[in-house]
């Protein structure tokens, strides 16, 4: 596959971009990256994004595929290879309500608490970790959540490995316990040492510059409001 005709608009710091590429380093699937800078979002962005103007965007053959969970199910329908999703319907049902699970449940609630403080972020902290109890559970005796190998949950849920420890640190917050999660932390582990993943994420400190920058810049926005 050409380089050209896959192409991947995204920005380095973010989790959903990361998503996607993990995937298409996953299927071997060559593709040009196009760094966008989210405060001053090229035409190309909004040409291909309009209602949302945000990134991942992935373009395949001119066309453009936006969020990262659609993304992903776009690659895995088109390059067999490696598949991501369960073969069988009813494990692919069980797969896309457990990514729903994560999105509204957890991954929402944790970018919540960037910015807030005080009560507010105590209770979004009580509710993704309420979630964590939930997922703990459902990983109990499996490597991955996909089995030996990893699945759609996994790259779902796998921004946790480096981004989730950023935001507790920026947000002074504490959500994770390695002993409170053992299977959760063991997976962290594995899916962190994965090469596809090992070799594709962004440096921590420049993740905890930049978020500690964008929790300043909302909690001083909200206080001038």
């Excluded at 973010?14 to 998503?19: A, I, K, L």
Aim: aromatic content about 12%.
């Amino acid at each position: 596959m050409a380089g050209q005709e896959v192409k991947l608009l995204g920005a380095w710091f973010s989790p959903f971009v990361h998503r996607v590429e993990w995937v298409l380093k996953l299927k071997g699937i060559q593709y040009e990256f196009v760094e966008e800078d989210l405060t001053n979002k090229s035409p190309l962005l909004v040409n291909y994004n309009p209602v949302h103007k945000r990134v991942p965007v992935l373009v395949h053959h001119g066309n453009p595929i936006a969020e990262s969970l659609v993304i992903i199910e776009y690659i895995d329908d088109t390059w067999k290879q490696n598949p991501i999703m369960p073969q069988d319907p009813y494990e692919r049902a069980r797969a896309r309500f457990w990514a729903k699970f994560v999105e509204e449940k957890f991954t929402e609630v944790i970018r919540g608490t960037i910015m807030l403080e005080g009560e507010q972020q105590e209770k979004e902290v009580k509710q993704a970790r309420e979630a964590l109890d939930v997922l703990e559970g459902e990983l109990k005796g499996k490597k991955f959540f996909g089995g030996d190998t990893i699945g759609f949950l996994d790259i779902v849920l796998g921004w946790i490995a480096i981004w989730l420890g950023v935001i507790e640190e920026i947000a002074c917050i504490k959500v994770f316990d390695s002993n409170k999660y053992p299977f959760i932390g063991k997976w962290m582990e594995n899916f962190a040492e994965l090469p596809v993943v090992k070799e594709n994420l962004p440096a921590r400190d420049k993740l905890v510059l930049y978020f500690h920058k964008i929790r300043q810049f909302g909690l001083a926005s909200a206080v001038k409001k």
